[in-house]
């Protein structure tokens, strides 16, 4: 129970980081938020760090987890910005796929980058132990 709550929290932190600095992009057109979307960024933040409980498994390959991983996100994106009427069905491909992408890589980044991080200082403390 304790890794699902921090899966859940670990989304919600990241999916809210970014939508946040979404809106503060010129190309906003509307900075302020309405409730409903502020409640489909939290509960669909929370739904993809419930996913990358996929990342878990050892019966799944890591390109097959990271590409179910990749399209079951851009589902709940593209549900999310639908409902939201944030883009139609005919640009979600067109745009906010590529913006999809963008995102999605640069947080990967991001993760890989504070992973390396934290493994260096784990190497270390261990080190000085010995």
Known sequence: MKIVFR????GLGVGSTVYLIYGLLPHADDP???????????????????LSLIFQTDRISWPLQLLIHAVVTFGLIATMGIINRWFTLQTMFRSAFWSFLIVYVLVWAFLALDQLVTLRQINRRLKERR
């Open 7 to 10: 899966h859940l929290s670990y």
């Open 32 to 50: 302020r938020y309405t409730p409903f979307e502020i409640a489909s960024v939290l509960i669909v933040s929370m739904l993809i760090g419930l």
